[in-house]
């Protein structure tokens, strides 16, 4: 398994980044997958995550309404729209798989890529 994060960069306030993963070594379309995110001295959180057919999807209330996490299974990729960022938004994100395959519930992301540096500053 293999996971790959770019997009990373520095966003003015307000501003606008994309992320994009992309993945190979399994399956993508039969597994859910998530973006996280890690500040410094902060926990990693759960950030946005979609199933494997790309009908549900799970928003932390930090985000919602500002990002929009999608996938393209004929291109093998994740993505992380990130609109209207703010300062706190800064972090180092990461894209994960889930364990299992076509798993609805109980998920465990046990597969990271290496992350990818989101600065949010004017």
């Known amino acids: 398994v293999q996971l790959v994060e770019s997009g990373g960069g520095l966003a003015q306030p307000g501003g606008s980044l994309r992320l994009s993963c992309a993945a190979s070594g399994f399956i993508f379309s039969s597994y859910s997958l998530a973006w996280f995110r890690q500040a410094p001295g902060k926990e990693r959180e759960l950030v946005a995550r979609i199933s494997w057919s790309g009908s549900n999807t799970y928003y932390a209330d930090s985000v919602k309404g500002r990002f929009t996490i999608s996938r393209d299974n004929a291109e093998n990729t994740l993505y992380l729209q990130m609109n209207n960022m703010k300062p706190e938004d800064t972090a180092l994100y990461y894209c994960?798989?889930?364990?299992?395959?076509?798993?609805?519930?109980?998920?465990?992301?046990?597969?990271w890529g290496q992350g990818t540096q989101v600065t949010v500053s004017s």
């Open positions: 994960a798989k889930d364990r299992d395959a076509y798993r609805i519930r109980g998920f465990d992301f046990s597969s």
